[in-house]
């Protein structure tokens, strides 16, 4: 794989006239989520069926402040504690969750993953009006497919504070063949530690990077990044713009980690999220192998790895047999240089903790790649031609910070479109030198070999043909899942038409 500098890179058509409007709209946004569409109101009320279980349940986003080992810093979450609180239901239940929000600012809830409704999808200007400051808002779906999912706001770079919680829908038919389950969300953090994401997102598109002295922003060669961090970074290329101080598993670094118990012996079911905004991570466990059983929610077949990859708003299930001792559950940041990784301890017995860089040699051994996984027949798409195609080019560079799809930002491109009821091929291509996670909203998706996802990474210069079925009308968005390229303009509609 070839790895080159971003310095002054255009990729895929765009000039540079058409480049610097990037970041013109983006700023101009506020919110950025969406191109405004008008208004909605208040959300139409839904019934559940009749013998329906219904889940409900109160959020309250509101500023907090979380101790980083020693270190407070001030930001935004759910409840008082970062990740928020685990919703959990049942597929097929209904679910009634009130967004109570006391925040200074606007803000929503999208549920990652899930093919719900589209009035609940939580993207202002698309599907809701945004959620005003000392208002609240009820939303209302029913959960149909099992698996493992999170929830965050849609509004401009919140992802990047602690607006995140894990989302379980758990299998009825789950056989359960595991003593026990831990959820761990990974995170890359800045928020308080002297710049806020929002200030990131204006130093970025102000294309600030060569002012010296103002942290935040991971620019490669520009700031030092040297030819080893970037082969460290294969398959990915360049893997992330901004520089962060703190990586995460469930809220804590691992200078103070959150340590899971067991037995040895037992087996374990994780549940892994990346919630960050802007780092692909390679998690190992030290001294075991793991089977990984499920992408995005859905039952692969089982395949035993040492470590994988896991992109941002990609979610990963795995079986591990736990041994005798204390281990580092690591991880770590591919392509950045600083802030160290992400770490939890599991300890089932005696023993000192490892130090928080510990580096467990699974990480160098064979390193899975999600979207390699094969999906078990039950998972897959029924066997259909697709009925119509769409062209998806991920575009941009770094400077100007300026990123697309279709050769322009979103409100500027022209939406994909869908007929209800037909089977719709997606030629994705990325071009650029960067790796994009490439996330559908409202649906699931068919890779090639039928692996079914809604997040997948995009290598530079990869393609995907990607099916989905058009069973879930409304207006849905499509986009980089790297926060910051999405607010940039790499986001795209896709609209159903009569």
Known sequence: MNTITRRGLLIGGLGTAGAAGF????????????????TFGAPTP????????????????????????????????????????????????????????????????????LRLRNPADGVPGMTQDPVKPETSYVYEFTAPDPGTYFFHPHVGVQLDRGL??????????????????????????????????????????????GSGGMGGMDH???????????????????????????????????ADPETLTAKPGQKVRLRIINAASDTIFTVALGGHRMTITHSDGFPVEPTETDAFYIGMGERYDAIVTLEDGVFPLVAKPVGKTSGGQAMALVRTGSGAAPAADANPRELTREVLVGSDLRPVQAAKLPSRRPDATARLTLTGSMQPYAWGMNGAPFGKNEPLTVRAGQRLRINATNMTMMTHPLHVHGHTFALPSGLRKDTVLMAPMQSFAIDLDADNEGDWLIHCHNIYHGEAGMMIALEYTA
């Open 23 to 38: 970041g013109a709209y983006a700023a101009t946004q506020g919110s950025g989520a969406s191109a405004p569409k008008g």
């Open 46 to 113: 839904v019934s559940p069926d009749p013998g329906q279980t219904v889940v409900t349940k109160t959020l309250t986003a509101k500023p907090i402040t979380l101790d980083l080992a020693g270190r407070t810093v001030s930001t935004w979450g759910y409840g008082d504690a970062v990740p928020g609180p685990l919703l959990r239901a049942t597929a097929g239940d209904f679910l009634r969750v009130t967004l109570d929000n006391r925040l200074p600012d606007e803000t929503t809830i999208h549920w990652h993953g």
């Open 164 to 209: 995140y919680a894990p989302l379980i829908i758990d299998d009825p038919n789950e056989p359960g063949d595991y003593d026990t389950e831990w959820v761990l969300v990974l995170d890359d953090w800045i928020d308080g530690t002297g710049t806020t994401p929002d200030e990131v997102l204006e130093k970025l598109l102000a294309n600030d990077s």
């Open 220 to 254: 490669g060669e520009m700031d030092g990044m040297n030819q080893g961090a970037m082969d460290e970074a294969a398959p990915w290329g360049d893997a992330g713009d901004v520089t962060y101080p703190y990586f995460l598993i469930n809220g804590r670094p691992p």
